[in-house]
């Protein structure tokens, strides 16, 4: 048998051209772009300064003005293109003007990435206070409501946008310490179904809505603020959670997060929505 190989894959293949960014031309708001303070490097700011290292025009918000305006100093002194915005994500007016803002400033919404969450003052049910059940609720829940139905308007008009949602895998399984996590883990879930019932009613318009489970996360967040809370060593509660983790007994970090962020608002996800993707290093399958 002769085989014949054709000319064209003998020749030296061109010059490829020069590589863009996964999110070139796009424009993307994070919500809680800012980061609690800590040795590590928090979802939110790795989340924007990786979209901005994508070619992502970003606009990060934050309640605290200070921290998105040193996430937005961290894109600038790379060359990206950023501004902050000070926004309670919890307040329906903020919401509309974050929206206004970034369409008066760049033009377009391509990406939403909902990311602020809270868990202090969680508890059992028996001992959880209402007050801090509405507050959970409100951070965690209602600010994803509230920026969806802000910027959703203007996804419709393009016919095309990305949401991403951060959950968390508390929404999809529990342990012990489940049981003090009664507002946070419920209102994980409840951001679970928004995205279900968000990616439904909008894959009609070209708009993809996702949520991320982040697992056990080495983060100012997870870190300082738990060790804080319980009064406890850092370095003993990193070692508790890294040894948690089926996937090399170790925390995943911010920048697991932000790649998966990643990944879902390019176009390599252009089949993907309503899916909720665990970033936990294998912990949600584990069993015992
Ligand atoms: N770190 C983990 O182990 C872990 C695990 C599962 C899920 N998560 C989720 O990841 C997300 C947070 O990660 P992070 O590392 O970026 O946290 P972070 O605390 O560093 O950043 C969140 C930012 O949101 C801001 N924020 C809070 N409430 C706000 C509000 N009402 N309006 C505007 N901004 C507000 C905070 O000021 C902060 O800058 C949360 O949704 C959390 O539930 C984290």
Sequence with gaps: MTITIERATLQTPKARPAARGRLEGKVAIVVGGGQTPGDTIGNGRATAILFAREGARVL???RDRRSAEETEGMILSEGGVC???RADATNEDDCRSVAEKCVAEFGQIDVLHNNVGIGSADNTVEELSEEAWDRIYDVNAKSVFLACKHCIPAMRAARSGVILNVSSIAS???????????AYKSSKAAINALTQGLAIANASYGIRVNAILPGLMNTPMAI???ADRLQIDKAVLVR???AMVPLGAKMGTAWDVAHAALFLASEEAKFITGALLPVDGGQSSRIG
């Design 83 to 85: 501004r902050a915005t």
């Design 60 to 62: 990060v918000v934050d």
């Design 224 to 226: 300082e603020s738990i």
């Design 240 to 242: 508790a959670r890294d």
């Design 172 to 182: 999809v399984c529990a342990s012990q310490v489940s049981a003090h996590l009664t």
